[in-house]
């Protein structure tokens, strides 16, 4: 969608990041929805959160772009593209939870022009939380991990990256996060920063889980019961802290509620192709699996925008965000 340089700064980036994507899907040749749908489909580098931000940008792009004579047949031009959007990550919530809440925004508008601007307001005011979200979330973990030097993370996530950015660790402690290398790629982001950076193979994490005071990962989902999904091998860190006495935090804000999963929809671990991993090789059958559930007994809290959040406080939360998700759920269910 942009180039590396252009995702790699810190949480004063994330409006950055939305002018790059809209500005990008605008100004294409030739206007293609699913296109822009595949791209995000097929994304293996970025996060949930920048890849939510990602689908905003589309449906902006689209509402600019769409022919329509009318309200109605914009909106349903756009409700078709947000209903395919969100079936691309399925194991990423935020791309529903947001959707869904842009489409509660647009309720009541009867002129066209009025429901193009309004689909751009709304849309820059989802992206801008983002980055409001991460500055709270800062601030509720200096008050719940108390006084803390170093920090072991894995895989990319970019509310961690920024997390740890504001908090202002001493040193931080990642893994490779093969295969696609994204420990490597924070481990090389935060050095070039100045940040003292300990980088070691996946492997390594149960060795080294002790070096740091505190262990942080984002998600790129939690469910009603306190559980999480993020990159695989976040459960291998998860049972090296509990056994090593460690605390373990995932640090997310709100949009990471899995609420189409609260409502009753299967949870589905995404899995990436086999060539990532080797070559082909006879008689070996090669898996490339992308995320995986993290128990809640391996987790010492969930902390987002709102605070240390337990598995009641999730849920009393996605009772409030489900009225704008259950029409994409609806819509997805039939």
Not at 295 to 310: K, S
Request: proline share 4%; glycine share 8%.
């Amino acid at each position: 969608m942009v180039s590396e340089a252009g995702t790699a700064c810190g949480c004063c980036g994330l409006t950055t990041h939305l002018f790059y994507i809209v500005i990008h899907f605008l100004f294409m040749p030739s206007y293609y929805p699913e296109k822009l749908i595949q791209r995000i489909r097929e994304d293996n580098i970025h996060g949930a959160d920048w890849l939510s931000n990602a689908a905003i940008g589309v449906l902006m792009t689209a509402a600019l772009r769409e022919s329509a004579t009318d309200v109605d047949v914009l909106h349903e031009r756009l409700w078709d593209i947000g209903i395919r959007l969100a079936a691309t990550r399925p194991s990423m919530a935020p791309l529903a939870n947001k959707i869904g809440y842009l489409f509660s925004e647009l309720d009541n508008v009867s002129s066209l022009k009025n429901y193009r601007v309004k689909v751009s307001a709304v849309g820059t005011k989802i992206i801008n939380s983002s980055e409001k979200n991460v500055k709270k979330i800062a601030e509720h973990l200096k008050v719940v991990g108390g006084d803390t030097d170093s920090v072991f993370t894995y895989s990319y996530s970019g509310t961690v990256a920024d997390v740890i950015r504001q908090v202002g660790y001493d040193y931080v402690v990642v893994t490779e996060s093969r295969p696609m290398m994204e420990g490597k790629r924070l481990a090389k982001e935060l050095g070039s920063e100045g940040f003292k950076v300990i980088l070691m193979v996946d492997g390594a994490a149960g060795m080294y889980v002790k070096a740091a005071d505190i262990c942080l990962i984002g998600a790129d989902s939690v469910h009603h019961n306190g559980s999480a999904i993020n990159k695989v091998g976040s459960k291998l860190l998860a049972y090296a802290a509990r056994d090593q006495g460690v605390p373990f935090y995932v640090i997310c804000d709100t949009s990471k509620f899995n609420v189409l999963n609260y409502l009753g929809q299967n949870i589905e671990l995404e899995a990436k192709t086999p060539d990532e991993v080797s070559e082909p090789l006879d008689n070996v059958e090669i898996k490339n699996p992308y995320f995986e559930i993290i128990p809640p007994e391996l987790i010492t809290g969930v902390i987002t925008e709102m605070g240390l959040m337990d598995p009641l406080d999730i849920r009393q939360q996605m009772e409030s965000m489900r009225k704008y998700v259950e029409p994409l759920y609806q819509a997805t269910s039939t």
